[in-house]
């Protein structure tokens, strides 16, 4: 039987998560609103603004030091 050391899919937790997508159609980009660095961002791959959303996600801690939350 082989034993692998990644966790199933099914076991790791989701959470309604806030996130940035897109504004553009033909875009598919989004981000987790917890690791911007912008009020509002831009979207990295085409620089169409971005607008908030929520999407249920794996849950996910930024553990980074210099990350602050500015609400």
Do not use: H
């Amino acid at each position: 039987m082989y034993n692998s050391r990644k966790k199933n899919v099914e076991d790791l937790p989701t959470e309604l998560t806030a996130i940035w997508s897109c504004s553009s159609e033909d875009c598919k980009g989004w981000m987790r609103d917890n690791f911007v660095f912008n009020m509002v961002p831009v979207c990295p791959q085409c620089q169409s603004p971005m607008v908030k959303n929520e999407k249920m996600l794996t849950a996910v801690t930024n553990t980074s030091p210099s990350w602050v939350k500015n609400k």
